[in-house]
């Protein structure tokens, strides 16, 4: 069983849609998470992260669930330009993380 | 701005021969981190420093070294290069971490894409 898992998708949504996505981890010692997005040959960027008590950055907001191991992105009024990848990424240690990687979620929007 | 770069973008090499990848950045981060990333695959975490000190994965093959002779520069060396090295090279930077930090995300690199004939 990997460590991070996510569906892989893709999600084919219409524009203007709301959309979530889930992420489950299996190592409960992970202390953060983070949502990054990856563009088709481009590095990862940082969306969000993703806070105990949830947080929200315009149209996205990130959830954790520590008990049941999850953390979900929602996506509302979804436009063109959010079709990308969304990885997961959780990271822990002490002094130096180690972050690792869910295999992604595949997102198209469509027109 | 700060970032991090990485040259070349775009890296061909023959079977066997020897390639060198570079990262460099202006962050001032502690940590440098390098990752293999294949299609519709998760980064693979290679290896990554804490200032000097050099963290190997354990199922990182001998075929890639590293080097970080400072803060700013790191690079990826593969002694020679396989079929199956042909990857996205990504580069990675973060500070050093404590428990709950809020603000510890990475920071990536373009990445340097690798074709080996």
């Known amino acids: 069983r990997k460590e991070v898992e996510q569906d892989p998708g893709p999600f084919n949504v219409p524009e203007g849609a709301t959309v979530a996505f889930n992420c489950t981890y299996s190592n409960s010692a992970s202390q953060s998470f983070f949502w990054y997005r990856q563009d088709c040959r481009k590095e990862p960027k940082l969306l969000m992260s993703?806070?105990?008590s949830g947080n929200e950055d315009g149209r996205f907001t990130a959830q954790l669930n520590r008990a049941s191991q999850y953390i979900s992105l929602l996506i509302r009024d979804s436009k063109l330009s959010d079709s990308a990848t969304y990885l997961c990424v959780l990271g822990r240690g002490s002094g130096t993380y180690k972050y690792i990687f869910g295999t992604g979620t595949r997102l198209k929007v469509l027109a | 701005d700060a970032m991090v770069i990485q040259n070349p973008r775009y890296q061909v090499t023959q079977f066997g021969k020897p390639v060198t990848l570079s990262c460099s950045q202006t962050l001032n981060h502690n940590v440098m981190y390098w990752y293999q990333q294949k299609s519709s695959q998760a980064p693979k975490l290679l290896f990554h420093?804490?200032?000097?000190?050099?963290?190997n994965e354990a199922d990182t093959p001998d075929n890639f070294q590293s080097r970080r002779p400072n803060t700013s520069f790191c690079f990826l060396d593969i002694r020679s290069p396989g079929l199956g090295d042909a990857a996205m090279y990504l580069c990675?930077?973060?500070?050093?971490?404590?428990?709950?930090?809020?603000?510890?995300?990475?920071?990536f690199g373009p990445g340097t894409r690798l074709t080996v004939l």
């Open positions: 990675a930077t973060s500070r050093n971490h404590y428990s709950g930090r809020a603000s510890n995300e990475q920071f």
């Open positions: 420093y804490y200032d000097k000190d050099f963290n």
């Open positions: 993703v806070y105990s």
